[in-house]
């Protein structure tokens, strides 16, 4: 595409601008979008483990641990979930769903330290693990790992839709300036074209052109002006020839005057 | 004029041996019982839904026994995963009175309130199973006990039962290791066995469907962890052995230091009454499973311990329903069960219920593989020390 020397820099300044306001939102938006969403996984998650903290109290005081098993295994079945264990006041390991057993890392952990912290467990993936305590702590504590690359998939979707969004707009921006300077810059043309053809023979233009100079806006007034200017320069040539023949440029002018 | 029972269980999946003999032992008695004319001239109906073994469906299932079909009783369910799932069913609906009778489980949440209310039970539980095999291992010196598990409801109902008989020792579950339910016999346990390997435990006790537990066993003695491997009566001990000397000229090698544990004596003692019975209508009917239900391939056995079970819960539900008379409402079920005292089943265990009695047996019978087959264990010191 042709790029008129007169909006060039228009053009560039408005890249520039685009440009700017696009990665700055973006950085935003995935600013945002990674703490609030980061943010909501952690708070449900805690919501969740407080909800079977509150249910298990019951059943672990009735000492039903296959009622406790039941509950965390409908529990893990959400979505970002990725296991759930809880631990009595002794820290002793009441019911859990780890497959093929507890690993290390959480077997040797403190299970008392009700903090959400991030676990990296091999063969199995880095997570954040958030607590809640069952009874004030005196009945034990839930605990429930997130997975922290599930999580980071959602949030990564999230951010790429924003993205996806404010690139379109710049694109479909871009692409609406560069048509609307290339609108202005064809009657541009068009008016320099009747201007060249205008200086060459007068009549001709005015013919070829007369949609320019019915046009009501800055084009059709300039075209009407280029029109005018050539009329003022005919009449002065022709004023200046019939001056001549009266005797002389000097005369003539003279005598206008 | 019939008495319809609803039956949710697996009839397909790795764990279709047991829905398939529980029921197959339940419809010889009831055979025998509608062709000698019914339960006061009415026919008992089995209405048989298959869930896999899996809890959504067994939910699905039970709301259409108690809502579409208005069935009389829940009858036979299998397993505790869901069971503990359709309890808060009952509860729900308990304007209805369906009480669920002899669940194929042993488990703790229907012998217990907020829900034992709603259940009756036969088998005896797994607290007594696991609480029998933890005292005879301890009695030999095996107080080293680690645990192999199927990480859900019947898992956690197992593992809570060892470690409670261990504490009367002041002994602890040395190592456990869990598997996902579903576990097909072809899955590999080598994980699961190294983990229990590293705390060198003197035995193991399995609470896992058979598939599963076949192909933990099989793992263990071919990584050389030489130790007994005891299984519940819900493994399914037949379809356990089946798998683990399938296509193995070696197989003894592999049930060598097995021992189940069994809720009922061993079928191969025909001097029991209620076992001459069961061989002989076992043999009369032959029943077969509901041919809409069982999609997969499966032979089924001439006797079991899973079907010897379904024999007696329908045995004893025959029972009940006679003593209800001739014109049987459901909610007279709950005095009609109270009736029962010391009532002969024929299996030399006397079978008593009442308001804080749900639970009609609990004697634990431990058996172990001899030329192919189970046998009842005379001396843990011989087989074990």
Known sequence: MKIHKLFQKTLFGIFLLFGLIGVSTSILCVYTVDTHLSNEYESNSKGIAKTIADASVDIILNRDLSALQSLIDQFVEIQGISYIYITNESGEFLAHTFVPGIPAEIRNGDPFNLETIERRLPGMGDFVEVSSPILASVAGAVHIGMDMGLITLKIQGAIGQQVYLISSIFIAGVLATIWFVSLVGRKIELLTAYAVRLARDRDEAIVAHDDLLVRDDEIGQLARLFRYFAEVMDDKKARRTSMTGLGGPDSGAMGLG | MEIVLGMSAAFSGPSRGLGIELYRGAQAYFEHINRAGGVHGRKV??????????????????????????????????????????????KKFQDKTVYMFFPFTGAQPQREPPYGEFAFNLRASYGQETEGLVDNFVSIGKRRIGVFYQADAYGRSGWAGVRQALSKYGEKIVGEATYRRGQQFTGSMRRQVEILEESQPDAVICIGAYAACAAFLREAVDLGLEVPIANLSFVGSENL?????????????????????????????????????????????????????????YTPFAHSFVSLEGFLDA???????????????????EDAVFSVKDYDLGIGEMVSFSESRRQGLQQVYYTIVQDDRFVTLDSWEDRFS
């Open chain 2, 241 to 297: 052995l089946e798998l683990i000397s399938e296509g193995r000229e070696d197989s003894q090698r592999y049930t060598r230091l097995l021992v189940n544990s069994q809720v009922v004596p061993s079928y191969e003692d025909t001097s029991i009454p209620a076992v001459r019975e069961y061989r002989d209508l076992m043999k009369r009917y032959s029943p077969e499973a509901p041919a809409e239900l069982v999609k997969e391939s």
């Open chain 2, 45 to 90: 109906v089995l209405k048989t839904y298959d869930d896999g073994y899996q809890p959504d469906p067994s939910v699905q299932n039970t709301m259409a026994l108690m809502l579409e079909d208005q069935v009389f009783a829940l009858f036979g369910y299998v397993g505790t995963p869901t069971v503990t799932r359709v309890l808060p069913m009952l």
């Open chain 2, 315 to 333: 045995k004893l539900m025959v029972e009940i329903l006679n003593r209800l008379g001739e014109d049987p409402q459901r909610t007279n079920l």
